[in-house]
């Protein structure tokens, strides 16, 4: 089993979460691992963690594929020229011209950029000795979907005018006055608040769920090891759903990206367009 696994079995009984020398069931311990260096700054305490130094692993192997796809670039791609470009491609031809629209291709670096930090920081979560993925942290997810937020409203603005996107937001076209009172604040609520709330919600649920089943089945096989009669058995099961679990964890990485920079490009979309 992994050393990250082992170390947490020490650090949970220590804590004495359970009874005995019972299973010790992991906890939020391990979304708050201790600093390794802590300072201020203009009275801002500020503390890194092993988790920060996963995202700044994460963002510079993403920055250093993307460069070395492009160092060479030639007519009959290479292997890294080829994954850089389909995943390019993908994102250009599946998001920026499908769902943004015919007007989406200019968003294509960034929604491209977007998608490729999120996978990056996600694939940190089954990474030996980083094992646990940025993103499963509320705050990474929360300050990417302010980052959306402001854009798509400032894309609105610039294309359509701030009177015209604000009243189509207020005012639904083809409403009956009335209504307003009712459409209004939802309309209000759902542009400004849920929209940006559940993009962050979306991706860190799943990146959390999926860390804590990975650490429930890796924890489960190392105690199982380590008792006697029937738990012989059990251990090699609770190994394979661990690896199991690992592989699904794998897909859903990957998904989670793709599904946060598709809802961009549909919140893109409705900024553009005229009517929402």
């Known amino acids: ?11 949970l009984a220590a804590e004495g979460g359970g009874a005995g020398d019972g299973f010790q069931a992991p906890g939020l311990s391990e979304f708050y691992p201790e600093p390794i260096a802590e300072f201020s700054l203009l009275g801002v305490d500020f503390a890194i963690t092993r988790i920060t130094l996963g995202l700044w692993f994460a963002t510079l192997a993403m920055l250093v594929f993307m460069v070395m796809t492009v160092r060479k670039p030639s007519i009959v791609p290479g292997k890294m020229q080829f994954i850089g470009e389909s995943g390019y491609s993908l994102v250009r031809d599946g998001i920026a011209r499908d769902v943004v629209g015919p007007r989406g291709i200019p968003f294509a670096p960034f929604l491209a950029s977007l998608f490729f930090f999120i996978l990056a920081n996600n694939l940190m979560a089954i990474i030996p000795f980083a094992q646990i993925s940025p993103m499963s942290k509320f705050a990474f997810p929360l300050v990417l979907a302010a980052i959306c937020w402001v854009i798509y409203i400032y894309i609105g603005i610039r294309e ?45 649920a799943n990146m959390f769920a999926g860390h804590m089943l990975l650490v429930v089945f890796s924890l489960g096989a190392v105690y199982l090891f380590s008792r006697d009669n029937f738990s012989i058995v059990f251990g090699p099961i609770s190994a394979l759903m661990a690896i199991v679990m690992t592989f699904f964890e794998l897909l859903v990485i990957f998904l989670q990206a793709y599904v946060f920079t598709v809802l961009m490009g549909t919140y893109l979309n409705g900024s553009i367009e005229a009517e929402h």
Do not use: C, H, W
């Open 160 to 204: 359509q005018g701030a009177g015209r996107y604000f009243k189509d937001i207020l005012f639904l076209p083809g409403v009956p006055k009335p209504m307003y009172i009712l459409v209004t604040p939802i309309e209000i609520l759902q542009n400004f608040v849920v929209r940006p709330f559940t993009l962050a919600v979306r991706l860190f």
């Open 1 to 11: 089993m992994t050393s990250s696994a082992l170390a947490l079995v020490d650090v």
